[in-house]
């Protein structure tokens, strides 16, 4: 077990730890009070919502993004480059469902799993 997974597991069982536990702990200034647990990350983006996100980096970018380019949304990293590559690879292996396919092509001109995709906002 790593060490964090293993001081988060202490801090969430607090009150079921043996008291002599509990001292040690306090002893190493590992308290509940005083490592405040990071807030769960938020839930996975839908789809749609990466789709959404990749609309407005097209119009405000005028162009693809790179195949490892990230933006920042809300405070968290969203890696819309390996996103699109993902999805094209998932196109081309017909692993993709009819309605997402439908979503990604209408913001571009043309073939959007070619690498030279055209965005529509460009046309």
């Known amino acids: 077990?790593?060490?964090g997974s293993w001081l988060g597991h202490q801090l969430t069982t607090?009150?079921?730890l043996a008291y002599g536990q509990q001292q040690l702990m306090t002893a190493l200034?590992?308290?509940p009070e005083a490592n405040p647990l990071a807030p769960a990350r938020r839930t996975r983006r839908t789809f749609e919502e990466t789709v959404q996100l990749l609309e407005l980096f097209l119009h405000r970018e005028g162009r693809?993004?790179?195949a490892r380019e990230t933006i920042r949304v809300d405070g968290d990293t969203v890696k819309?480059?390996?996103w699109l590559a993902k999805a094209r690879h998932r196109h081309r292996a017909d692993q993709l469902p009819d309605h997402h396919v439908r979503l990604v092509a209408a913001l571009?001109?043309?073939d959007w799993t070619?690498?030279?995709a055209v965005p529509a906002v460009l046309v």
């Open 114 to 116: 070619a690498e030279d």
């Open 14 to 16: 607090w009150s079921a």
């Open 64 to 66: 693809i993004p790179a």
């Open 29 to 31: 200034d590992l308290t």
């Open 80 to 82: 819309l480059g390996a």
């Open 1 to 3: 077990m790593k060490i």
């Open 108 to 110: 571009f001109e043309g």
